[in-house]
């Protein structure tokens, strides 16, 4: 009787002690625990780098709204910004890495470079977002075939678990991230697709090789 009586106050104990710990939550607090369980159903036991992830809080956004062009400001204009952060986009024939800003909204995904905006990808339309288990930053968003859409966006961050759970969560996508082992497959448009390898080496590096295929090191 007394293990049984024990046991019971134990448990309320615990559910005093937890309750008190969520009603003490504050409003960014619990938003940041919510992004963070997101997180680790798309990539715990999956990529490199999400242990040493979970102790790194994620910011609202790595940009503010004031530091987007005010042509991009306009061409948005109507959307509700959410999410803003600096990326390295491969070019899908070449490979060539350029700067570019990646903006969320409520409803969109922006490519951006500088006042003009390369690419919109509407979440309705998004077909799934790739990454590998490794440690490198490289995601592939995965964009419908038709003429609207130039081919899948080939992007490096340096925040990937922050960006990769944004953007899923704004999309409502959060079942179509992959994490790809070796090597994945990209759509490079009219029809045409490429092939990403994924591979360990002394240093981090990202090129094109022999072969034509984008090698992520």
Do not use: W
Not at 86 to 108: C, H, I, M, W
Not at 134 to 151: A, R, T, Y
Not at 163 to 175: D, G, R, W
Not at 208 to 217: N, S
């Amino acid at each position: 009787f007394l293990m049984q009586t024990s046991e019971m106050l134990q448990k309320i104990c615990i559910r005093n002690l937890v309750r008190k710990y969520c009603r003490g939550l504050t409003a960014e607090r619990k938003v940041q625990l919510q992004q963070k369980v997101v997180t680790s159903a798309v990539f715990s036991g999956k990529k490199e780098g999400y242990l040493e992830s979970l102790s790194q809080p994620f910011l609202e956004t790595r940009l503010k709204e004031n530091d987007l062009n005010p042509k991009v400001l306009q061409l948005i204009r109507g959307e509700n910004i959410k999410y803003v952060t600096p990326v390295v986009k491969y070019d899908r024939n070449g490979f060539k890495a350029r700067e570019r800003l990646l903006v969320l909204t409520q409803s969109s995904a922006y490519v951006v470079e500088m006042a003009k905006i390369k690419q919109k990808i509407e979440y309705s339309t998004l077909k799934g977002i790739s990454t590998s288990n490794l440690s490198d930053g490289i995601v592939v968003i995965h964009v419908p075939e038709d003429k609207q859409q130039k081919g899948d966006v080939i992007l490096q961050c340096e925040h990937l678990f922050e960006t990769v759970t944004k953007l899923c969560i704004l999309a409502n996508k959060q079942s179509l991230v992959k994490v790809v082992k070796g090597s994945l497959r990209f759509r490079v448009g009219s029809g045409k697709e490429g092939t990403m390898v994924f591979t360990v080496g002394p240093e981090p590096q990202v090129f094109k090789d022999k072969t034509g295929q984008l090698t992520v090191v």
